[in-house]
């Protein structure tokens, strides 16, 4: 049975197993299943909307002036760059919201990553890549904690996230 346009596919692609939900549109699940990176076993014409695990995404706040879509695109790879270890050629960065100090927010994955992904998906259309982190609630002044498959993600504002391993996490929660 081919998936309607009111139904979507939520995909969690975390680093050792895929699991995926197809909702319909009241967001009821339809279908699940899991499988191995890299493997479709979903009703193609659904649109995806990926959680990517978040060790492999990095969240920026970026003092940038509004403009326009297309010199935006140009402007967030450069206000970005000193951010990263690497060139921004090397990165995919997207912009997000607008904090309430008018920073910009960006996520940055690597373009190795975004590439074996959007490979793995080739067919599928991808409405949305976000890191899955930024999933759990948010509590002003509080650290939302989750375990999943050996690590821990963790959300500490509103565009502050990370996985992290286990033995880390108190560290993390001393710096805060």
Known sequence: MAASNKEHIVLHAG???????????SRRILEQGEVAPGEVAWPPAAPVHVLLDA??????RLTLPRLSAGKQAQAIRWAAE???ASSAEDEHVVAGPRDEEDRLCA??????????????????????VVP??????????????????GRVLARWGDWD???FEPELI??????L
């Open 170 to 175: 108190q560290e993390l929660l001393d710096s």
């Open 132 to 149: 899955d982190a930024l999933c759990l609630p948010l509590q002003p002044g509080r650290v939302s904690l989750a375990a999943l498959d």
């Open 15 to 25: 680093a050792s197993r895929w699991s995926w939900q197809r909702l319909d549109r």
């Open 107 to 128: 996520v940055v994955i690597g373009q190795v990553a975004m590439n074996g992904l959007m490979d793995a998906l080739q067919g599928q259309v991808v409405d949305q």
């Open 55 to 60: 060790y492999q995404c990095l969240g920026l």
């Open 161 to 163: 996230f990370g996985s």
């Open 82 to 84: 000193e951010h990263l």
